[in-house]
């Protein structure tokens, strides 16, 4: 009797721990089916569908012909060439994030600081970031401009010229997300073995080679995990050319393909081209993240 007290109560105690339990994880699982999984159902069907406006009244099935719609567009194609431009700012991120933390990792007054001061700019607002920079680079009163005109040369507009729009937009994005490289480089750089680097130099190895051949493989782990997070952001650039040209900018230099996306669902209501849109920028992104996880392969060192 008294055992079956115990039992019960033990049975009763784990079915009190698992309804908590299941409470707790339902809560994101029916986020994720609110917010992930019925929009990605409804993007799915509405890509293959004609729809007037923003519901389905008098929607029909057109199978393939918003995918030929998107795809025989020129300023598609266009956006997928000025994402694709934008994204060097990554390789850029990841090559000064590198030699950056290598410098910090001397013996340098104020590290910390340093530290700091480069991460402020990644956790900063994109809309103040962007507007900032706007005013910087702006024609008439940016602080670029004013050098300029000191230095006798004549002012550059630079937000109305295609050729310029995305360099500036490049040296921003180099601006505000080298600090968070930075960060990750610094602990990496501080788990590779000092023992290494002192065998490369008993064997006569310079400084060159022993950061070539010791150094780059050691953190080749954290380059790879920069590379893909940073391509996939930058494959879904699309805060700060929009704030910075709503319009699409000079020539439509500003419009990445998730703008064209936005452009095409709430500027001209065509959710079925803008749904068929976004899943085409879906096989872009799966796509070089499978390239990426094949060639590492070749290059992505896990030993410590």
Same mark, same amino acid.
């Given at each position: 009797?008294?055992?079956?007290?115990?039992? #019960?109560?033990?049975?009763?105690?784990?079915?009190?721990?698992?309804?908590?339990?299941?409470?707790?994880?339902?809560?994101?699982?029916? $986020?994720?089916?609110?917010?992930?999984?019925?929009?990605?159902?409804?993007?799915?069907?509405?890509?293959?569908?004609?729809?007037?406006?923003?519901?389905?009244?008098?929607?029909?099935?057109?199978?393939?012909?918003?995918?030929?719609?998107?795809?025989?567009?020129?300023?598609?194609?266009?956006?997928?060439?000025?994402?694709?431009?934008?994204?060097?700012?990554?390789?850029? #991120?990841?090559?000064?994030?590198?030699?950056?933390?290598?410098?910090?990792?001397?013996?340098?007054?104020?590290?910390?600081?340093?530290? +700091?001061?480069?991460?402020?700019?990644?956790?900063?607002?994109?809309?103040?970031?962007?507007?900032?920079?706007?005013?910087?680079?702006?024609?008439?009163?940016?602080?670029? #401009?004013?050098?300029?005109? /000191?230095?006798?040369?004549?002012?550059?507009?630079?937000?109305?010229?295609?050729?310029?729009?995305?360099?500036?937009?490049?040296?921003?994005?180099?601006?505000?997300?080298?600090?968070?490289?930075?960060?990750?480089?610094?602990?990496?750089?501080? #788990?590779?073995?000092?023992?290494?680097?002192?065998?490369?130099?008993?064997?006569?190895?310079?400084?060159?080679?022993?950061?070539?051949?010791?150094?780059?493989?050691?953190?080749?782990? +954290?380059?790879?995990? /920069?590379?893909?997070? $940073?391509?996939?952001?930058?494959?879904?650039?699309?805060?700060?050319?929009?704030?910075?040209?709503?319009?699409?900018?000079?020539?439509?230099?500003?419009? +990445?393909?998730?703008?064209?996306?936005?452009?095409?669902?709430?500027?001209?209501?065509?959710? $079925?081209?803008?749904?068929? +849109?976004?899943?085409?920028?879906?096989?872009?992104?799966?796509?070089?993240?499978?390239?990426?996880?094949?060639?590492?392969?070749?290059?992505?060192?896990?030993?410590?």
């Amino acid at each position: 009797m008294y055992l079956d007290k115990v039992y #019960n109560k033990r049975k009763f105690k784990v079915s009190k721990e698992g309804v908590a339990g299941f409470s707790l994880a339902f809560i994101p699982v029916l $986020g994720f089916c609110l917010f992930g999984l019925i929009p990605m159902v409804l993007a799915i069907a509405m890509a293959f569908m004609y729809i007037d406006g923003y519901n389905f009244n008098g929607s029909s099935f057109v199978g393939f012909d918003n995918f030929k719609n998107v795809l025989s567009d020129k300023l598609f194609w266009q956006s997928i060439g000025n994402t694709f431009y934008m994204s060097v700012s990554t390789f850029i #991120n990841i090559l000064l994030a590198l030699l950056i933390a290598f410098l910090l990792t001397k013996k340098i007054k104020g590290k910390k600081v340093f530290r +700091t001061i480069y991460f402020i700019p990644y956790v900063c607002s994109v809309v103040a970031v962007t507007l900032m920079w706007q005013w910087i680079f702006n024609y008439r009163f940016g602080i670029i #401009n004013h050098l300029i005109r /000191l230095a006798g040369g004549q002012a550059v507009d630079w937000w109305g010229s295609s050729e310029l729009f995305i360099p500036v937009l490049i040296l921003m994005g180099v601006w505000s997300g080298t600090g968070y490289g930075i960060i990750l480089y610094s602990a990496a750089l501080t #788990n590779v073995s000092t023992s290494l680097y002192e065998a490369a130099k008993v064997d006569g190895a310079s400084s060159f080679k022993s950061f070539l051949h010791i150094t780059v493989p050691a953190i080749s782990p +954290t380059t790879f995990y /920069l590379l893909i997070t $940073g391509l996939i952001g930058a494959l879904q650039e699309f805060a700060r050319p929009q704030i910075l040209a709503p319009n699409g900018g000079p020539g439509d230099a500003g419009v +990445t393909v998730v703008f064209y996306l936005y452009r095409r669902a709430f500027s001209y209501a065509e959710m $079925g081209p803008a749904s068929a +849109t976004a899943w085409l920028l879906a096989i872009i992104i799966l796509g070089f993240t499978v390239i990426n996880f094949a060639l590492s392969k070749l290059w992505v060192s896990y030993d410590s």
